[in-house]
């Protein structure tokens, strides 16, 4: 069982930046895709941002061009910059790895976006 553990959200104002870590407890390098989730209040629990093992990314429309998704298989890791941040950015924030065992998430990390 692999676990995944979120970390970097906090509060920050509008127009600001944050970055998002996942650290996992085992290889991700079989891994399929890594991603970004997050779900606000009430709301379903969207995708923002996937990367496959070839490194190819796919980001959610509200999200381009601000979101940058990594991931570093040496370390682990998958990251996501977020720059640029909207009132609408504020949720709670969920890791995502998929690979041929099976689906795993994170905990969350709340990202709260106020003036």
């Known amino acids: 069982q692999v676990q995944l553990v979120e970390s970097g959200g906090g509060l920050v104002q509008p127009g600001g930046s944050l970055t998002l870590s996942c650290a996992a407890s085992a290889s991700i390098s079989s891994f399929n895709f890594m991603g970004w989730y997050r779900q606000a209040p009430g709301k379903q629990r969207d995708l923002v941002a996937l990367?496959?093992?070839?490194?190819?990314?796919n980001y959610a429309d509200s999200v381009k061009g601000r979101f940058t998704i990594s991931r570093d298989n040496g370390k682990n890791m998958v990251s996501l910059q977020m720059n640029s941040l909207k009132l609408e950015d504020t949720a709670v924030y969920f890791c995502?790895?998929?690979?041929?065992?099976?689906?795993?998430w994170g905990q969350g990390t709340q990202v709260t976006v106020s003036s």
């Open positions: 995502y790895g998929a690979e041929r065992r099976g689906i795993y």
């Open positions: 990367i496959t093992s070839g490194g190819i990314t």
